[in-house]
């Protein structure tokens, strides 16, 4: 079993001296082998030996995105391309890809931290894992795989897509697990209901989902439609992929484990890189501490969220809360900074509407404008016994506009903006065919 309770549960000093004895040695590690790192310490007139603790993680400079595409494609390895065993990429859908690489030694880590994180999600040795991460450059399919099979799982490699045959071979396998992005839960939970499989005929019990922010709104709506318990699994490429944070499932809602030992995290401002105190939101920045073919000193991930350590956890690493969005997706309308995640928050506990929106952000009179598009849920659609559904009928139907109404003076109210609602019947708006979904469509004249 892959629960290391020696270093999952490490008193915190301990973990803060091998934190600091393998910071001081990727830092040499690095400036020894990757010019592009020499070059920046020398820079900022550090040298590797003015690093003696993990504390002093915060004089070294950031590495960015654009870092790694200056040096496509493999001019930050820090090993000959002969002891490179693996090669992935950003799911980046524009452009080149930003490209990562493994030793063997990488890899084993990698398993490692995903195994570690199947187990925190509830997984054991023996359950069938049915893994609907794509394989393929994307870290998610192969990450998870080899995470899996370390654990001692059964592995069902299917990859996104072809959801009536990820309902088949649910029911036929009677997989006890499925990995996916929380959005594709929703796309086969969706098809499950439209074929009307209850699920509590399938075994399936537990859904370990990421990739992409998602909320409890979500949550609700995948472990009602599923019959699992679902938890939020976190990583990034850059880093070593998924399992560079992952929630308990018996803690849910409480944030996700950061495996400290292998990724150093810290939160800075957005504006100007300082480092914030734990509980404030802000860029997540990692340092990797193990890696050997491309680690990375203080990785801007872009992803907005905060750091606490929770005293009443089964572990004593630092969780991170909910991904609220990525700094650069973060749309400001009318000076309100707004992700998308906001939105959906508001709609948990609105029974009557699904979790399946879309926020359209236009420009059509002098100011930006969000219309939020979302889906009645099932059951209100089948009650209402309609065919179509417009404005116009909304506002004539008592129970439609009072739901109308109440969801636009909740986004007010929380959000601080007045948006246009537009309820929708079931299967309006695309769903996920499996891979990271877009939930902002930008139609704003330049
Ligand atoms: O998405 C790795 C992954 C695969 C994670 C499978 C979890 C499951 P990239 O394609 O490099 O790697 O994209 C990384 O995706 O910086 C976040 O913006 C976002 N992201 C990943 N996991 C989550 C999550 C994989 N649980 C980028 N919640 C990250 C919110 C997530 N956002």
């Known amino acids: 079993m892959i629960y290391q309770p020696e270093i999952?549960?490490?008193?915190?000093?301990?973990?803060?001296?091998?934190?600091?004895?393998?910071?001081?040695?990727?830092?040499?590690?690095?400036?020894?082998?990757?010019?592009?790192?020499?070059?920046?310490?020398?820079?900022?007139?550090?040298?590797?030996?003015?690093?003696?603790?993990?504390?002093?993680?915060?004089?070294?400079?950031?590495?960015?995105?654009?870092?790694?595409?200056?040096?496509?494609?493999?001019?930050?390895f820090a090993v000959p391309q002969s002891e490179i065993s693996r090669i992935h990429g950003s799911s980046g859908t524009t452009g080149k890809p930003t490209v990562v690489g493994y030793t063997k030694s990488d890899i084993d880590i990698f398993s490692e931290v995903v195994a570690r994180s199947l187990v925190a999600a509830g997984c054991r040795p023996?359950?069938?894992?049915?893994?609907?991460?794509?394989?393929?450059?994307?870290?998610?399919?192969?990450?998870?795989?080899?995470g899996a099979e370390r654990l001692g799982m059964s592995v069902v490699p299917v990859s996104g897509g072809m959801t009536e045959r990820q309902i088949m071979l649910m029911q036929d396998f009677g997989s006890d697990a499925l990995c996916c992005t929380p959005s594709y839960a929703l796309?086969?939970?969706?098809?499950?209901?439209?074929?009307?499989?209850?699920?509590?005929?399938?075994?399936?019990?537990?859904?370990?989902?990421?990739?992409?922010?998602?909320?409890?709104?979500?949550?609700?709506?995948?472990?009602?439609?599923?019959?699992?318990?679902?938890?939020?699994?976190?990583?990034?490429?850059?880093?070593?992929g998924p399992g560079v944070s992952q929630e308990d499932h018996e803690e849910k809602g409480t944030g996700s484990y950061i495996w400290e030992d292998h990724f150093y995290p810290e939160i800075v401002d957005r504006k100007t890189?300082?480092?914030?105190?734990?509980?404030?939101?802000?860029?997540?920045?990692?340092?990797?501490?193990?890696?050997?073919?491309?680690?990375?000193?203080?990785?801007?991930?872009?992803?907005?969220t905060s750091l606490y350590y929770d005293k009443s956890g089964k572990r004593t690493h630092i969780k991170m809360g909910q991904i609220l969005g990525r700094s650069d997706d973060m749309l400001i309308i009318r000076g309100v900074n707004l992700f998308h995640t906001q939105v959906e928050a508001v709609l948990e506990g609105f029974i009557d509407l699904s979790s399946n929106y879309q926020l359209i952000v236009k420009n059509e009179g002098k100011m930006d404008e969000v219309e939020v598009k979302v889906e009645i849920g099932n059951e209100l659609w089948r009650q209402l016994a309609i065919t179509s559904l417009d404005n116009e009928v909304v506002q004539n139907h008592d129970r439609l506009s009072l739901i109308h109404r109440a969801l636009q003076k909740k986004i007010k109210d929380n959000i601080g903006l007045t948006m246009n609602i537009q309820l929708l019947n079931p299967g309006a708006i695309p769903r996920s065919e499996g891979g990271k979904l877009n939930r902002i469509v930008d139609v704003r004249k330049k």
Do not use: C
């Open 126 to 146: 023996g359950m069938i894992m049915q893994n609907a991460y794509g394989y393929g450059l994307f870290t998610g399919g192969l990450g998870l795989h080899y």
């Open 273 to 304: 890189g300082e480092p914030l105190a734990e509980g404030e939101e802000g860029v997540l920045v990692f340092t990797t501490l193990t890696k050997k073919a491309m680690p990375v000193l203080r990785y801007w991930t872009n992803d907005i």
């Open 8 to 76: 999952e549960t490490m008193p915190i000093n301990k973990l803060r001296k091998l934190q600091s004895e393998r910071l001081i040695e990727q830092v040499k590690y690095l400036y020894e082998r990757v010019p592009f790192y020499r070059m920046r310490l020398d820079e900022a007139g550090i040298t590797p030996a003015d690093i003696r603790s993990i504390n002093d993680v915060s004089k070294l400079p950031f590495t960015y995105k654009t870092d790694l595409r200056d040096n496509y494609p493999f001019g930050l």
């Open 187 to 240: 796309t086969i939970a969706e098809e499950l209901s439209r074929r009307d499989i209850d699920p509590q005929s399938l075994k399936l019990k537990l859904a370990i989902l990421g990739a992409e922010p998602w909320t409890d709104s979500v949550r609700d709506d995948v472990e009602r439609g599923l019959g699992v318990t679902a938890t939020n699994i976190y990583g990034l490429s850059e880093i070593i």
